[in-house]
């Protein structure tokens, strides 16, 4: 699929554009929200029932062991979504942007099962978090702070939420002005950091 191609997808985020499908007509439209929201590092709040759950290692997490795997549980329905904008168009299209070193995931395992995740691109230091599942309690915030702990490790710069949800609030997100998102962008996709 022509527009989202690996080399449209990274001009793209460089950008700070991103695509959604709709979900009845698989028609995708790119966003540029104003405001953006964002994870800061430095914000990321773990609540003392997480850090607990953290500490036991109930779970196992690795990082770009089931890249598609994580994507298709992302778009599987769940209570609140009953039909997702993730299409096997998007796995496609993701899953070259992968194979690139230009988009990645983090798994969550309860034994042999996979039962959290998250997936994103990552351009320099900036990392847009696209989306995340769970399939048992709290297997998505582990996925999420495992991930922002790797990348702050490695010297990411910048973690992109796209939109404010009251679940990602609560974890520390903020909104920031298109602006200042820009500024930010152009600053992290420079930095010489690697996944």
Known sequence: MYELSPEVLVSAYAQGYFPM?????????WYDPDPRTILPFER???SRSLARTL???????????CFRGVMRACAEP????????????F??????????????????????????????VSIGGF?????????V???????LVSLMRHLQTQGYMLFDVQFMTAHLQRLGAVDVPRA?????LAKAIRLPVSF
């Open 55 to 65: 500490r036991r290692g109930v779970f196992t997490v690795t990082f770009d062991q």
């Open 78 to 89: 769940a209570p609140e979504r009953e039909e997702s904008w993730i299409s096997e168009d």
């Open 180 to 184: 200042d998102y820009k500024k930010r």
């Open 91 to 120: 796995v496609t299209a993701y899953g070259n942007l992968f194979e690139l070193g230009f988009a990645h995931s983090a798994e969550v395992w309860q034994e042999d099962r996979l039962v959290g995740g998250v997936y994103g």
């Open 137 to 143: 309690s709290d297997g998505s915030k582990v996925a």
């Open 44 to 46: 990321l709040h773990v």
């Open 21 to 29: 499908a709709e979900p009845n007509t698989g028609d995708i439209y």
């Open 127 to 135: 990392f847009a978090g696209e989306s995340m599942f769970s399939r």
